[in-house]
């Protein structure tokens, strides 16, 4: 199996990095071929626009998912953008790694989606969407941390229900793609948890990779 | 009245930056000041980190949000930072314009949010969220327009509800720093329209814009 995990945190010391690096190995020991992107590290640029193409079938007006299926197309998207591309195509099972920022991914991860999900790569053109998407054979999830508590984001949490919460990534980018969405696995709130509790945390995880095969998509 | 707009598209002739300019417009006729920030005109950087600092409290391990205290408290914004929140602090209504790219905002204005909305500034260090939020005088919305049409987000649409999809913008941004989250303004499918069809939506919204006394906040 190819796992590819894309990673959006700033410190190579967080939580978050180590539930990354317990993937890598865990993958790895299993004999799987893991792929990084460590988009802090890349110096990634999330900002999509003309700087996604190496040439723009319209200059007077710019539309981006229609450059998008032309540079698709005629082979124009930039080295940055089509490496990612085959790095996913690659990929078995895509973990999505980061903290929760603002109820959705940090910047640099919305903008790999918004680069790297380019309309007649990932869908449109042909392509369906959901259950007929190009990507039905692969499966995906979030690794997430949050900054509250596990209650805070229950169905009367204060920040509302973590399903609501991220709708917008697992239905959104995950499976509208037609990937396979798995139930997100959550570290909450580690910075307010002791060491002990930190390594509950990843024996979790630990445990949640094992049984990969096992979990059902949530759409 | 002040009002600030956060516009993020990468094309000026697109329909949401029309809209965008609907509302300066509306605006300034009724004699408010209007200020906006045309992110990718400005080539804002997305990418919250380090750079978001004159100078670290700890170089050791980067911990973000206490960064951003330690930042307010002894005024180590960076420029690009310290600018923003000037123009927020100002205003009296907030607006976000831009199109809907992966069910959420373009990843240039999730930075905008990530980096602007600081821990110690926008909430946290002995601030309030949501009812008791420190922005609770002001009044915030999105202005959005869609790939798909309005069918596609109702709540029997195949991408689902449009509240829930908005819920981690409307609830997890602009409500959780205290505001008065009206309802959004949504242009929905603009590529697909006439543009007969086009200047209804331009009135609509100039009628949005010209009851935005009267529009009653989601939460």
Redesign the interface.
């Known amino acids: 199996m190819n796992v590819f995990i894309i990673h959006a945190h ?2 190579e ?1 967080s939580f978050s990095t180590t539930l990354k690096n317990i993937a890598v190995e865990y993958f790895n020991e299993q004999g799987n071929e893991v792929v990084v992107s460590d988009l ?1 590290a890349m110096k990634f640029n ?5 700087n996604d193409f190496e040439e723009l079938s319209n200059k007077e ?5 229609l450059e998008q299926v032309n540079a698709f197309n005629n082979n124009l998207f930039t080295h940055e953008v089509k490496q990612e591309m085959e790095k996913f195509l690659k990929a078995d099972l895509v973990i999505l790694n980061f903290p929760l ?8 991860l ?2 790999w ?2 680069r790297i ?1 380019a309309m007649g790569f990932a869908y449109g053109a042909g392509k369906g ?2 259950d007929s998407g190009a990507f039905k054979n692969k499966k995906a999830f979030c690794c997430l941390t949050t ?1 509250g508590p596990e209650a805070a984001y229950g169905s009367n949490g ?3 229900n973590l399903e ?2 991220l ?3 697992n ?3 995950l499976y ?1 793609v037609g990937m396979q969405t798995l139930p997100p696995f959550v570290g909450f709130s580690p ?1 307010r948890k002791t060491d002990e509790e930190r390594n509950e945390v990843i024996e979790k995880y630990k445990l949640y990779l094992k049984n990969i095969g096992n979990h059902q998509p949530i759409f």
């Open positions: 700033p410190e010391k802090y999330p900002v999509g626009g003309s007006f710019f539309k981006y998912q920022w603002w109820f959705s991914v940090p910047a640099i919305k903008g989606v918004d999900f969407v959901y900054g204060k920040n509302g609501t919460i709708y917008h990534i239905h959104g980018m509208f910075a």
